[in-house]
């Protein structure tokens, strides 16, 4: 009897053992993760406790700079929808491999994302797929309430307030002309360009660009940039000096 108890117990005691064990290796759940470090963390401000401020590319304000683009230059407020699309977070986070070659040697290597991370300067990952979250980490203490300077993903949003746009009639087609909408730019080179054209980047038309900062005077995108948020401000956009160019320096592309 007592033999037959005590088999019992141990392989109620083996089981429970088991359980506990393969709970301890589950994947984390696809919540947020926060680090204040990441790779070279002291060069890009942690001691300084990742300032804003001038100049904007500084190595130590970089990442400061780019969560809070808001206390820099003026911005505008664009009001959440009332009903918002939320988003679902997986129960397991995904785990994947990578592989990368060597530009010298090419030879290749494999690398998890969190390795990714330990050796990339990366203020944010985020994985989604259709509307469910599947891996969210964050360094150099930054958080999922930060504000990320969008950059080119502004391009894609443009983009898809273009077909809001159309599907309610404010425009007609993405193959009318600039001018049609904006008439204060009608004869320039730029108001003569379809919509479509500035969609793909493919206007043709002379803008330049060349990240020297605020106060560069031979830059396209910094004096326009001065005329929108800056001292140079302007009231309406046909005062614009850096769209004056009637200079086209190739056909407009329309795919």
Not at 60 to 86: F, W
Not at 103 to 129: D, K, M, Q, V
Not at 141 to 162: E, P, V, Y
Request: charged share 20%.
């Amino acid at each position: 009897m007592c033999n037959w108890r005590s088999m019992v117990l141990a392989a109620v005691s083996s089981l429970i053992f088991q359980a506990c064990l393969a709970h301890a290796q589950e994947p984390p759940k696809a919540e947020p993760i926060f680090s204040n470090a990441g790779p070279d963390a002291d060069e890009h401000g942690q001691q300084l406790g990742y300032p804003v401020g001038w100049p904007l590319d500084k190595p130590q304000n970089i990442v400061g700079n780019y969560s809070h683009a808001d206390q820099l230059t003026p911005t505008r407020t664009v009001a959440a929808a009332e009903k918002t699309s939320s988003l679902l977070r997986a129960q397991t986070e995904i785990s994947v491999s990578y592989t990368f070659g060597d530009t010298y040697t090419f030879a290749s290597s494999t690398a998890t994302l969190a390795e990714y991370l330990a050796r990339n300067p990366t203020t944010g990952l985020l994985i989604a797929h259709d509307q469910t979250i599947l891996y969210e980490h964050y360094q150099y203490g930054r958080t999922d309430h930060d504000r990320f300077l969008s950059q080119s993903m502004a391009k894609t949003i443009t983009a898809m307030l273009i077909g809001i746009a159309i599907s309610k009639g404010a425009i007609h087609s993405v193959g009318d002309t600039v001018q049609t909408y904006v008439p204060e730019l009608t004869g320039k080179e730029i108001g003569k360009t379809p919509i479509q054209a500035f969609l793909h980047m493919a206007s043709g038309i002379a803008f330049t660009q060349t990240s020297q900062g605020a106060d560069d005077r031979t830059s396209d995108d910094a004096r326009l940039d001065r005329e929108l948020f800056g001292k140079d401000k302007i009231s309406t956009i046909d005062q614009s000096s850096a769209l004056r160019s009637d200079a086209r320096l190739t056909p407009s592309f329309l795919r």
